[in-house]
Each structure stands twice: as structure tokens, then as C-alpha cells.
């Protein structure tokens, strides 16, 4: 399992990047060439979305998402133990609603890509 967390954080991290540069890209582009980069928002916002989503297996492996620590932390270990588990149940079935096969297809704005697949890796 870690593993697969690390590889999904890496790629999460190779998203990240890559979004820096096609923005840069596009700013520099637009402002001194007067030619931005076709589709950046699109792109920019699904290599977003991808580097959102596969930084949380990292997260979730280690322990470290978000959660209201303050009352977490007060709760005895029982009660920790459940809301952990509510936490993940909640996430599985969030996943599960998101690649559900009768998602609407529709499509981006300028480059037609089909949403149900950046959809697919949004987080919950």
C-alpha cells in the first residue's frame, strides 16, 4: 500500500509541476508573444484536479488529512477508531458515486475533452 501511495504522490507531484509550467507558459505567451496557450484553463484545471486527487492515498496512509484535530484529539481512542472508519466509508462511497458509469458526458470548454474523466479523479 505504500507503494502505490508514494507512485500516486509522485504522479500527483509531475501534475503539479506541469500545471505550473503550462500557466507560465501561458502567461508568458500572452503577454509578450500575444499567443497564450490554447485550453490552459482546461488543462490547468484537470491537472489540478489530478494533483489533488492522488496526493490523498499519501495522505490517508499517513495520517495526515485533514481533520478538526482540536475535538478529535479529546474523543477516547474508541471513538477515534469510529469516526476513522466513518471517515473511510464515507470516502469509498464518495469514489464510488464519482465512477459511476451513468455520469453526465459532457465536455470541456475549448478542447472537447469528455468531463467524466476528470471527474473521475476529483476528491470527494
Do not use: C
Not at 500572452?30 to 491537472?47: K, M, W
Not at 489533488?52 to 475535538?71: D, K, M, S
Not at 471513538?79 to 469514489?95: F, K, Y
Not at 455520469?103 to 476529483?122: E, F, G, I, W, Y
Amino acid at each position: 500500500m505504500k507503494f502505490v501511495s508514494l507512485a500516486a504522490a509522485g504522479l500527483a507531484g509531475i501534475a503539479l509541476v506541469l500545471l505550473a509550467i503550462i500557466g507560465t507558459a501561458d502567461v508568458i505567451g500572452a503577454s509578450f508573444l500575444g499567443i497564450p496557450v490554447p485550453g490552459t484553463v482546461e488543462i490547468g484545471a484537470s491537472l489540478m484536479v489530478a494533483g489533488i486527487a492522488l496526493g490523498l492515498p499519501l495522505a490517508q496512509y499517513a495520517r495526515r488529512h485533514v481533520r478538526v484535530e482540536i475535538f478529535i484529539d479529546r474523543l477516547p481512542r474508541r471513538a477515534r477508531a469510529v469516526l476513522d472508519i466513518l471517515a473511510q466509508l464515507s470516502l469509498a462511497v464518495a469514489q464510488w458515486l464519482r465512477l459511476n458509469p451513468y455520469t453526465k458526458h459532457d465536455s470541456v470548454l475549448k478542447l472537447s475533452l469528455p468531463m467524466a474523466n476528470v471527474r473521475r479523479l476529483q476528491p470527494a
